[in-house]
C-alpha cells in the first residue's frame, strides 16, 4: 500500500468539506487554508483551519483548491494562481466510487466526486471540480478553471472551454461548445453553443444576459478575496 500523501484544502467552502469524502486512503488532511480570519482555528469537525502560511510550514503537503459558486466562479483563476503555487503542488483527487476511464486525461488540482463517470478519450483540464453523478461522455474536452454540478450530462465531442460553470441537473447536447466564462442555470437542457461570458437556462436554454469578463492577470500581491464561496 502506498503511503498516503499530506494534503492541504482551500479554501472553507461547501465544496472543500465535500472534498472530505473523497480523499479515501490516498491522502492524509492536513486542515484547510481560509483567508477569513474568523473561520480559522478547529472546525466543528475538529480539523484545523489554517492561514496561507501553511503552504510554507507545511511544504510537502499537496494542495486541492476548490473555491468557486455561481456567484464567484469568474473569479476562480484569479484565486488560485494568486496562491503562488508550482503546479506540482496541486493534487488531483478522485472519489473511489468514481470511475475514470484509463483514456481519459486529467489535469493537475482536479477534484471527482462520487459516482462520477467519466468515458474514453474525454480531457478535463486543470483546476477543475465534478460534482457527484455527472457523466463526461467520449471525447469532451473540459476546460481549465471549470465547475460542473452534480447530475449533469455531457454528450460526446462537446467542449466545455476555460472558466465556465455548469449548473446541476444540466444535459449538453453532442458537438457543442460552451464558451470561456459562460455560466449554464440549473436542470438546463442545452442543445446550441452558449456564446463567451454569457448566462443561459431552461429547456431548451436561451440566453437570460451577457457580459464582457476582460482577462486580467492575477497578482499575488494584491488583497485576498474572499474565496468561501
Known sequence: MKEAKPLLI???NGNSLEALDCIGDAFLLIGFVD??????????????????????RFSDAQVLAVPGSPRSYRARKDIIRGLGLADERFATVIHPAARVSP????????????????????AIGSHTCILPNTVIHHDVAIGDWSLIGSNVTIAGQTVVEENCYIGSGTSLMNGIRIRNGALVGLGSNVIDSVEAHTTVAGNPAREIRKK?????PANPRAPARNASN
Open 10 to 12: 482551500f479554501p472553507y
Open 35 to 56: 483567508d477569513t480570519p474568523n473561520k480559522r482555528g478547529i472546525d466543528p469537525n475538529g480539523y484545523p483551519v489554517f492561514g496561507r502560511e501553511a503552504f510554507d
Open 103 to 122: 483514456l481519459a486525461s486529467l489535469g493537475a488540482n482536479v477534484l471527482i466526486m462520487a459516482g462520477v463517470v467519466v468515458t474514453s478519450n474525454a
Open 212 to 216: 464582457s469578463w476582460p482577462e486580467r
